[in-house]
């Protein structure tokens, strides 16, 4: 009996230590679902419809590179209890911090706009009506939540929503697929020097490793740090670091690998569905939503709508945030979405200017789908110098105190920065010829 007693107990102790873990974790797993956003979709899509099987090796090869760098972000904040752009200020020249957050601000109102306007278009379409008002009316709605209700109530609703993107993974099960050929095509790329091809990789790079994520995780991490009553910088408290520490490889570890997955899946799908049917431009979001087809039929395009609203409600409010925080923290505001508005009105001020300018960017008449593609590849370009600061930031004694980043994620962090660099000179060069 005793031996039954004891099981249970070892049982019941591995349940609290797993439903507290659970619990832990929020700013790696919400940053993964976010990079999913409608300009992901978009890019993937194209992706796979453009290249087929060709590109998978993409999504498999960035995954290890984006669990680095978003792990060096989200130890920049818990370590130093400050977000990145503070760390900038506090440690550099003023003219980096500006040049840094205006390449940041450049790239969020872009992805903000494309966004928006994935998100109106596919509401368009399953519903009718005006594609501005859609546009105005999401900005409005997810501005007036993010003012309203703080972040962390209401985005366990959005990642429900984000749950249809599986439908790409379901599909799989409906189709034919050459596992061989993904498995061959997953690990061992053939790389083509084509303007096009470089582009593309670009795109999926920048959509996957994008800026915002990097100062989203980080200020997700201060602010889970205030809300402890007894919260400390861990480099003011380095004998409690590893419990933080191990908590954000996990949390940054599952938030990547299901981004990574979804990622692979829609690939994959779109290849399998519209490349190997000859669609291998998509002009449209329709055409985006027939690789849908094959599991849910006529409704393929309502299942569409559901990932790309869900994701898109889901990116927004972190697409502004995250320039609102870096933005504040130049000017040395205060910052926080769990702040009243009376308590914060120059960081609510800032999110909203995003938010404006970005609706503003919608109204050009720009065919959505390449729009969304564009503002992947410009996240690409702009990521590289923010990813070099941010990584020497991570390496100073003077900032990280005794927690500098170990020499395996220090390694991570600039292969994906050098790899990075490499894919957007290699665009510049294609481009040229």
Same mark, same amino acid.
């Given at each position: 009996?005793?031996?039954?007693?004891?099981?249970?107990?070892?049982?019941?102790?591995?349940?609290?230590?797993?439903?507290?873990?659970?619990?832990?974790?929020?700013?790696?797993?919400?940053?993964?679902?976010?990079?999913?956003?409608?300009?992901?979709?978009?890019?993937?899509?194209?992706?796979?419809?453009?290249?087929?099987?060709?590109?998978?090796?993409?999504?498999?090869?960035?995954?290890?590179?984006?669990?680095?760098?978003?792990?060096?972000?989200?130890?920049?904040?818990?370590?130093?209890?400050?977000?990145?752009?503070?760390?900038?200020?506090?440690?550099?020249?003023?003219?980096?911090?500006?040049?840094?957050?205006?390449?940041?601000?450049?790239?969020?109102?872009?992805?903000?706009?494309?966004?928006?306007?994935?998100?109106?278009?596919?509401?368009?379409?399953?519903?009718?009506?005006?594609?501005?008002?859609?546009?105005?009316?999401?900005?409005?709605?997810?501005?007036?939540?993010?003012?309203?209700?703080?972040?962390?109530?209401?985005?366990?609703? *959005?990642?429900?929503?984000?749950?249809?993107?599986?439908?790409?993974?379901?599909?799989?099960?409906?189709?034919?697929?050459?596992?061989?050929?993904?498995?061959?095509?997953?690990?061992?790329?053939? *790389?083509?020097?084509?303007?096009?091809?470089?582009?593309?990789?670009?795109?999926?790079?920048?959509?996957?490793?994008?800026?915002?994520?990097?100062?989203?995780?980080?200020?997700?991490?201060?602010?889970?740090?205030?809300?402890?009553?007894?919260?400390?910088?861990?480099?003011?408290?380095?004998?409690?670091?590893?419990?933080?520490?191990?908590?954000?490889?996990?949390?940054?570890?599952?938030?990547?690998?299901?981004?990574?997955?979804?990622?692979?899946?829609?690939?994959?799908?779109?290849?399998?569905?519209?490349?190997?049917?000859?669609?291998?431009?998509?002009?449209?979001?329709?055409?985006?939503?027939?690789?849908?087809?094959?599991?849910?039929?006529?409704?393929?395009?309502?299942?569409?709508?559901?990932?790309?609203?869900?994701?898109?409600?889901?990116?927004?409010?972190?697409?502004?945030?995250?320039?609102?925080?870096?933005?504040?923290?130049?000017?040395?505001?205060?910052?926080?979405?769990?702040?009243?508005?009376?308590?914060?009105?120059?960081?609510?001020?800032?999110?909203?200017?995003?938010?404006?300018?970005?609706?503003?960017?919608?109204?050009?008449?720009?065919?959505?789908?390449?729009?969304?593609?564009?503002?992947?590849?410009?996240?690409?370009?702009?990521?590289?110098?923010?990813?070099?600061?941010?990584? *020497? *930031?991570?390496?100073?004694?003077?900032?990280?105190?005794?927690?500098?980043?170990?020499?395996?994620?220090?390694?991570?962090?600039?292969?994906?920065?050098?790899?990075?660099?490499?894919?957007?000179?290699?665009?510049?060069?294609?481009?040229?010829?």
């Amino acid at each position: 009996m005793s031996v039954f007693r004891k099981i249970n107990a070892q049982a019941g102790q591995v349940r609290i230590q797993g439903h507290a873990l659970l619990k832990s974790l929020g700013p790696g797993l919400i940053t993964g679902a976010a990079d999913d956003d409608p300009s992901g979709i978009a890019t993937y899509s194209q992706t796979g419809a453009q290249f087929g099987l060709g590109m998978l090796w993409t999504a498999v090869f960035t995954f290890p590179l984006m669990v680095g760098i978003q792990m060096v972000s989200a130890r920049i904040g818990r370590v130093t209890g400050h977000g990145v752009a503070a760390n900038i200020r506090e440690h550099y020249p003023r003219s980096l911090l500006l040049f840094i957050v205006c390449l940041l601000l450049i790239a969020n109102v872009i992805n903000l706009g494309a966004d928006l306007g994935a998100m109106a278009g596919a509401m368009q379409i399953v519903v009718g009506g005006n594609h501005h008002v859609y546009v105005i009316g999401f900005a409005l709605l997810s501005l007036g939540l993010q003012i309203f209700i703080p972040f962390p109530r209401y985005s366990p609703i *959005l990642k429900v929503l984000t749950l249809s993107l599986l439908a790409y993974v379901a599909t799989i099960f409906f189709v034919d697929v050459p596992w061989r050929q993904v498995i061959q095509k997953a690990v061992w790329p053939r *790389l083509v020097w084509d303007a096009d091809y470089v582009a593309t990789v670009v795109a999926v790079f920048g959509t996957t490793i994008s800026p915002y994520l990097f100062f989203w995780q980080a200020t997700q991490e201060v602010e889970e740090l205030r809300l402890q009553k007894d919260g400390v910088a861990l480099k003011h408290a380095p004998e409690t670091a590893h419990q933080h520490l191990r908590r954000i490889k996990i949390d940054t570890y599952l938030g990547m690998g299901f981004s990574n997955l979804v990622a692979l899946f829609i690939i994959l799908t779109t290849a399998v569905t519209l490349n190997a049917h000859g669609i291998t431009n998509i002009q449209t979001t329709q055409q985006a939503a027939e690789a849908l087809r094959p599991l849910a039929g006529e409704q393929a395009f309502l299942l569409f709508t559901l990932g790309i609203v869900g994701t898109g409600l889901l990116a927004v409010p972190i697409l502004a945030g995250s320039a609102a925080y870096a933005v504040a923290e130049t000017l040395e505001w205060r910052t926080g979405l769990g702040l009243e508005l009376s308590a914060a009105k120059g960081f609510y001020g800032i999110l909203a200017a995003a938010m404006v300018v970005g609706v503003v960017l919608d109204f050009n008449g720009v065919d959505p789908i390449k729009e969304l593609f564009w503002a992947a590849v410009i996240n690409g370009v702009i990521a590289v110098p923010i990813m070099v600061v941010m990584m *020497l *930031l991570a390496q100073r004694r003077d900032v990280m105190g005794p927690l500098v980043v170990t020499r395996r994620l220090r390694f991570l962090g600039w292969l994906a920065t050098t790899v990075m660099a490499l894919a957007v000179g290699a665009m510049f060069v294609t481009m040229s010829w």
